[in-house]
């Protein structure tokens, strides 16, 4: 992220963003609610990739460096806090599941960002309090730092088909199947399997968003069947491939 951009407030604002769309790395020294209506989002640290669909947010706390990318036509609401006010207590940055309920504050809320009158504030104080609420979700891609584990991650996320195993991978790029298996759990906080799993999500997010068919999506993304795709996918944001394509 060679450039990075300083705003000192964090916007309250509705923005459409097209297919592809960027926002570059910038930060705020507020906090930060992003959603997106529809389209799936990505935001990009230097830790990592969170991504979102229409059923979730995310969290970027104050003072990230952060950028923003749309896939499908993006809706995007965002949520500024101040620095001292921050319902969640969380410092990194975080996906949240938005129940119904808080769709419909955070787009209430970000419908006329200079409204601010008393019933505005009330609005804010139950949007917080459903934030609060609100379980983590842990759609993430962490940035491997080892050039080991960074070499491995690269080659499934070129080819998210691809279903060699770890031990395949690793002699593919010089590293023992052990070595790798340690540092998945050391740097991610999870087992190669789980992490190509989300790998996989983020990849099939991107392709539904773009109006890929479900079943092109779940054979390009490395799953046996479209039956096996939906399953994982429901039990992942609560609702199928096809409603999802809707939703975006």
Known sequence: MPHIRHTP??????QSLASGQRVD????????????????????TDAGTWFAPGTRALW?????????????RLDLHLVGLPPDDNPLGLDTPTVLAVSPLLRELILA????PGDTGPERRRLLAVLRDQLRASPQQPL???????PRLAAVCALVHADPADTRTLAALGAATGAAERTLSRLFRREFGMTFPQWRTQSRLYHA????????????VAHRCGWSSASAFIDVFRRSFGYTPGSHRHRA
């Open 109 to 112: 809320y970000t419908r006329d």
């Open 25 to 44: 790395a910038h930060r705020h020294d507020d906090h930060q609610i992003v959603y997106a209506g529809s389209g799936v989002l990505a935001v990009t």
């Open 140 to 146: 993430r891609l962490p940035t491997p730092t080892d």
């Open 60 to 72: 970027v706390p104050a003072g990230t460096v952060h950028a923003h990318r749309a896939y499908g």
């Open 205 to 216: 997010l991107r392709l539904l968003a773009e109006d890929v068919p479900v079943t092109t």
């Open 9 to 14: 407030t964090a916007p309250t604002r509705a």
